[in-house]
């Protein structure tokens, strides 16, 4: 049996660890040896960071809570550097939700929902990159939805934040490559506060957050080169996502390129026989469509519409 993969030195940020996934990941690092800071919103009567890094203390292990919304993440980064002066993983994964229909939806359930899931990843991720560049080392871990990526009624706002994240995830692994910082996205589905409400109890009881865990401690650690994949996870399975591209069409850019010319070649356009993985803007080599544009007779030559029948 290869042996456990252990977190020791390593200093760890979860926000919205009070409960739930975040509460999940800080005990399980904890226990690998490293020092968390246990971040969550609470208020005077909600201890629920404390309740966590007591539970951690009392088995010996190192860390410290920390109440700042995570809007203000350069002050959570700053608790990780004055208790454990430096900081190597971040957790994104505070979260809320403010599900109406597209209908109902309001201005502030828009930006409540931006506030918290993209610009606090943001918040924590800026003030914790310099740390990690200059140290030659980082791990990111941001929290998308399948809301987001397949979309879900009633969650227009929820789902724009989630897959903004992984968008924001993608430059982030690029910009940190070179300095062995890596930055991944995670789908999770787990039974939380978040889920509770809106899942059956009998599912509710296969999904332990504790099944999220193992992929994100095995991102996170030293060995671990994966860097701006995005996986979906829970209930014990594991997998990752990628984009597919079909083959395409290539028109002639010119006049006959039309609406029309576009609708009589959709089959082929849509067609996923022979698909492409793209996995960098590079993959589309713009020079070489235009030079093979450029060779195609005009489509009203190749047998397209005419150009007088051009739907404009
Ligand atoms: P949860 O509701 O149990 O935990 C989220 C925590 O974030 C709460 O303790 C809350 O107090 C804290 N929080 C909220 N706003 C905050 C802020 N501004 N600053 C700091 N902390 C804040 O939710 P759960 O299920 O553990 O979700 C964790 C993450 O996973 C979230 O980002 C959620 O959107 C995402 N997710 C969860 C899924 C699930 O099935 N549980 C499905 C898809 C995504």
Known sequence: MSSPLR??????????????LGKAYSLFFASRGASVVVNDLGTITDASADIVVNEITSKGGKAVANYDSVEFGDKIV???????????IVLNNAGIL???????????????????????????????WDYMTKQGFGRII???????????????????????????SNTLAREGARKNVYTNTIAPLAASKMTETIMPPEILASLKPEFVVPLVAYLCHDSCKENGSIFEVGAGFVSKLRWERSR???????????????????????????????????????????????????????????FKDRVV
Do not use: C
């Not at 706002?157 to 897959?163: E, G, I, P, R, V």
């Open 7 to 20: 977190f020791d030195g390593k200093v760890v940020i979860v926000t919205g660890a009070g409960g739930g």
């Open 98 to 128: 403010r599900d109406k229909s597209f209908t109902r939806m309001t201005d502030a359930d828009w930006d409540i929902i931006q506030a918290v899931h993209v610009k606090g990843s943001y918040k924590v991720a800026k003030a914790a």
């Open 78 to 88: 700053e608790t990780a550097i004055k208790a454990f002066g430096k900081i190597d």
């Open 248 to 306: 395409g069409v290539v028109f002639k850019a010119d006049s006959s390129f039309t609406p029309s010319a576009v609708a009589r070649r959709i089959g082929e356009i849509k067609d996923f026989k022979d698909p492409v993985y793209p996995t960098s803007i590079m993959d589309t080599d713009w020079v070489g469509l235009l030079e093979q544009a450029k060779q195609l007779k005009t489509n009203e030559q190749a047998g397209d519409l005419s």
């Open 142 to 168: 941001n929290t998308a939805s399948a809301a987001g990526i397949y979309g879900n009624f009633g969650q227009a706002n929820y789902s724009a934040a989630k897959l903004g994240l992984f968008g924001f």
